[in-house]
C-alpha cells in the first residue's frame, strides 16, 4: 500500500512564509510527477505546482514568483515552500504523485490535505 504524509500547514499572517512537506511511503517502484493541489471553500481543486523526477517544473498563474516547488528523490519528498501568502491563498493543500507500486502499474495517489489559513 502507499501513503502520502504531508506536513506543514498552519495560520500564517499574510506577507509570511509557510512550507509544506509530503512524504510517499510504501511498497514504491519509481515515482514520475509529484505536485500540490489547492481547494477553498466553494470552490473546485485547482492545480498549484508540480515537478516531474527531473525536475522540471510548473506553476499556476496565481503562485508564480511567490511558491517553489521542490523533492528529494531519495526521501521520495516534495515540498512546496510559499512566500508572501496572500488571503486568497487560504485552503486545503492536497500532495498528489504518479507512482508505480511493486505488482501493479502507475496509479495516482493522493495525500489526506493539509489547512493553510492567511489571515491577519
Known amino acids: 500500500q502507499v501513503q502520502l504524509v504531508e506536513s506543514g500547514g498552519g495560520l500564517v499572517q499574510p506577507g509570511g512564509s509557510l512550507t509544506l512537506s509530503c512524504a510517499a511511503s510504501?511498497?514504491?517502484?519509481?515515482?514520475?510527477?509529484m505536485g500540490w493541489y489547492r481547494q477553498a471553500p466553494g470552490k473546485q481543486r485547482e492545480l498549484v505546482a508540480t515537478i516531474t523526477s527531473g525536475g522540471s517544473t510548473n506553476y499556476a498563474d496565481s503562485v508564480k514568483g511567490r511558491f517553489t516547488i521542490s523533492r528529494d528523490n531519495a526521501k521520495n519528498t516534495v515540498y512546496l515552500q510559499m512566500n508572501s501568502l496572500k488571503p486568497e491563498d487560504t485552503a486545503v493543500y492536497y500532495c498528489?504523485?504518479?507512482?508505480?507500486?511493486?505488482?501493479?502499474?502507475?496509479?495516482?495517489?493522493w495525500g489526506q490535505g493539509t489547512q493553510v489559513t492567511v489571515s491577519s
Open positions: 498528489n504523485a504518479h507512482i508505480l507500486q511493486r505488482g501493479k502499474w502507475w496509479n495516482d495517489y
Open positions: 510504501g511498497s514504491i517502484l519509481s515515482i514520475n510527477a
